[in-house]
């Protein structure tokens, strides 16, 4: 069982810089890719990153791409979204979540929501512009 509780949103100017973070509770999350999704309101929920269970390998959305950078550090059973260069269409809440499987994956997988099986409950970032 692996409990996720996102945090570190909020609101910020167009340009500006946030990073959200997820703790995770379960020893097994060490093992498990993570992965960052977002949802506007009236929208479907949209990947946007994720990372393999040791950090080897990262993928990202094109929308993201050189502004967002996904992390994590196991030892503090924790991952990472450090977003830069933040524009009004990144406003969001945004999703931490990891799988259950062990080992790398292609890329369409972690793109895939279905992929994920634990969730957090979400954190809210607005850009204003």
């Known amino acids: 069982q692996v409990q996720l509780v996102e945090s570190g949103g909020g609101l910020v100017q167009a340009g500006g810089s946030l990073r959200l973070s997820c703790a995770a509770t379960?020893?097994?999350?060490?093992?498990?890719?993570a992965g960052w999704f977002r949802q506007a309101p009236g929208k479907e929920r949209e990947f946007v990153a994720a990372?393999?269970?040791?950090?080897?390998?990262?993928v990202y959305a094109d929308s993201v791409k050189g502004r967002f950078t996904i992390s994590r550090d196991n030892d503090k059973n924790a991952a990472y979204l450090q977003m830069n260069s933040l524009k009004s269409a990144d406003t969001a809440v945004y999703y931490c979540?990891?799988?259950?499987?062990?080992?790398?994956?292609?890329?369409?997988?972690?793109?895939?929501?279905?992929?994920?099986?634990?969730w957090g409950q979400g954190t809210q970032v607005t850009v204003s512009s």
């Open positions: 979540a990891s799988d259950r499987g062990v080992g790398y994956f292609a890329d369409s997988y972690y793109y895939d929501q279905a992929s994920y099986y634990y």
């Open positions: 379960g020893r097994t999350f060490s093992h498990y890719a």
């Open positions: 990372i393999t269970w040791n950090g080897g390998r990262t």
